[in-house]
């Protein structure tokens, strides 16, 4: 068994840990980084997962985060394929998979998140996938060239965004749903609408307000029967119900876990124990513009995170005050953003309309903006964040501004 010493030890081979180890060396770190990860990848970019790189426009490398240059060039040591298997927080010692031993002085956890399984019957079958990795994604695109129907279970963004891909690549694909229309969760019923019924203009066959009773099939899936009594007929199936982060090693090493599930951080990103951070998807950090714990699992936030992270590892001692953002694409149809995020709402309001296809939603609790949507208006945002940040209660004038195409939206709340 060897033991290496490093300086920064970045576990997890996903963005949080890419864009942690890049503002490390930015910022002037001149020390060992090591980022540990268990892909045999090179660190990705999960959203090509479920847009260009099934529909099979895009190769895997497209989605690499960074050029195959950059590891070297920065003197970051990658290790792909690997696994840090147990932490000895007290020892400050990583034991890898590979049977090596790393003393490190310190670490950042951004292990990310597993997707939710369903245990239904039937649910062993050939040909019912989740979608989490570029390998899930490959075998999707397989799987449904040779399918006559395909099954989706989930009405957020996996479901939809993979329901818009199959729908480009010439497959018309089922949305079996809990909820009344797409999206709604997160967006509400009225801007929810919007993406149900392009969808279906395009399409896309959802079943709303059902739930997944089994599967049958002979060996492969053959058919998705619902709560409902529907029975579906179904060759490939792609559940998309959700994620869980992935706090297994953490947890192991007597990290504090918070009530969302992920690394309980304050708002330099730090854990319970000193020298360690995390980052992404897993980590659930003390928002100091939401006031409380918060964890998402968004593109935009993992990255930034990772940034934040560097910077406090580096003692700069900087909080974490980003608005989070997201974003998802539906095909060639529509691209969405928000900025949020908003878990409740009183009222709404409406900038332009779903008919002309470009249009900001509002999402506002005791007259303080909490979150924006927007589909073709993105210029809309920055003004949302500058909002959301400032935590301004807006009056019936400056909100019904919000809503007028004519208003300036620079003086709202300025
Ligand atoms: C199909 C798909 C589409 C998406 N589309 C969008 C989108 O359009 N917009 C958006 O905002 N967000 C999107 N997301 C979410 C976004 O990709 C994630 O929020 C982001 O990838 C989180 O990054 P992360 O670094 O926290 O975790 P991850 O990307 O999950 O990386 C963590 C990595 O750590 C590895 N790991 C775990 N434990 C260990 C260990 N003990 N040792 C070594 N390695 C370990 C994992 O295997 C994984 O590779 C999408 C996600 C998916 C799956």
Request: proline share 3%; hydrophobic share 40%; aromatic share 6%.
């Amino acid at each position: 068994m060897t033991e290496e010493r490093i300086d920064y030890l970045l576990i997890g081979g996903g963005l949080a840990s890419t864009k942690c180890a890049r503002t490390l060396r930015e910022q002037g770190a001149d020390g060992r980084i090591v980022l540990v990860g268990r892909e045999s990848d090179p660190p990705y970019n999960r959203p090509n997962c479920s847009k260009g790189f099934l529909r099979g426009i895009e190769d895997r490398s497209e989605a690499y985060v960074e050029a195959p240059e950059f590891w070297q060039e920065q003197d970051i040591e990658l290790r792909t394929r690997t696994s840090v298997m147990k932490l000895d927080l007290d020892a400050r010692v990583a034991k890898l998979s590979t049977k090596e031993e790393l003393r490190f002085d310190k670490a950042l956890i951004a292990t990310g998140a597993n997707v939710r399984r369903l245990n239904v019957e039937g649910c062993d079958l050939e040909e019912i996938h989740y979608l989490r990795t570029l390998g899930n994604s490959q075998a999707i695109r397989e799987s449904v060239a040779d399918a006559e129907h395909v099954v989706l279970i989930g009405g957020s963004y996996i479901g939809c965004e993979v329901a818009a891909s199959l729908s480009m690549m010439g497959l018309s694909a089922r949305i079996v749903m809990q909820e009344d229309v797409t999206l709604e969760r997160g967006f509400g019923p009225d801007a929810g609408r919007f993406f149900h019924e392009l969808l279906e203009s395009h399409g896309v066959t959802i079943h709303g307000k059902d739930g997944l009773a089994r599967f049958e099939g002979d060996g492969r899936v053959r058919k998705v029967v619902t709560d409902n009594g529907l029975e579906l007929p179904a060759d490939t199936v792609v559940i998309g119900a959700g994620v869980a982060p992935d706090v297994q090693l953490a947890r192991g090493a007597g990290i504090a876990i918070g009530e969302s599930g992920g690394v309980r951080c304050n708002s330099r990103l730090a854990s319970s124990v000193p020298g360690v951070f995390a980052a992404g998807d897993m980590c659930e950090y003390d928002s100091i513009i939401h006031g409380g714990p918060l964890r998402i699992e968004h593109w935009d936030v993992a990255f930034n995170h990772g940034a934040t992270a560097a910077r406090n590892m580096l003692g700069q001692d900087v909080p974490h005050e980003v608005v989070p953002y997201f974003f998802s694409v539906l095909g060639d149809w529509a691209e969405l953003e928000y900025v949020g995020p908003a878990r409740s709402w009183e009222t709404e309001a409406l900038r332009g309309s779903h008919e002309s296809g470009q249009f900001t939603r509002w999402y506002l609790d005791g007259g303080v903006l909490k979150a924006a949507l927007t589909v073709g208006r993105p210029d809309d945002l920055e003004h949302a964040q500058r909002l959301i940040a400032s935590g301004a209660k807006l009056d019936d004038g400056a909100q019904a501004a919000l809503a007028d195409l004519d208003s300036d939206l620079s003086s709202v709340g300025a």
